[in-house]
């Protein structure tokens, strides 16, 4: 198996362009945690947030999911703030999903090669240990409008 690599810049830049909803894993409701400040500042850039914690009813002002596979509106990244050994399972719900979203995403310091290979043989691009909030800022000066 070729070792992970992930998309180009370009490619990232226009997979964030084509972006409206992100599913946050393990998005928590305390404003100190990394999940919290990456979603609010990707809500303020104009991104829908659709929380996944099974432990919080709703975080920035939306509705949290108990999982993935109970979210019923299409969804365009999965972005996963778990344990690098904990994603297998995220992955696997992914795939599962009711809209398949085009990129499945491991924030900044996540890594897993069983997880990634799970979604891109379910055709979904994967992103890994990259922070979404950087490559947003980086890729895409300006706000969405």
Request: charged content about 30%.
């Amino acid at each position: 198996m070729m070792a992970f690599e992930n998309p180009s810049r370009d490619r990232i830049k226009e997979l964030l362009e084509q972006t409206k909803t992100i599913a946050v894993v393990g998005l928590s409701d305390k404003p100190d945690r990394t999940s919290y400040m990456v979603s609010a500042a990707m809500q303020a850039r104009g991104y829908r947030i659709i929380p996944v914690n099974p432990n919080v009813q709703s975080v920035l002002g939306e509705k949290s999911y108990p999982s993935l596979t109970e979210i019923d509106k299409p969804v365009d990244i999965v972005n996963v703030f778990r344990r690098s050994e904990d994603t297998v399972p995220v992955a696997e719900q992914t795939v599962q999903m009711k809209h398949k979203p085009k990129a499945f995403w491991l924030q900044q310091g996540i890594y897993n090669e069983e997880a990634a290979e799970i979604c891109r043989s379910n055709g979904i691009e994967v992103v890994m240990d990259r922070c979404i909030k950087v490559e947003d800022a980086i890729l895409r000066p300006k706000t969405k409008k």
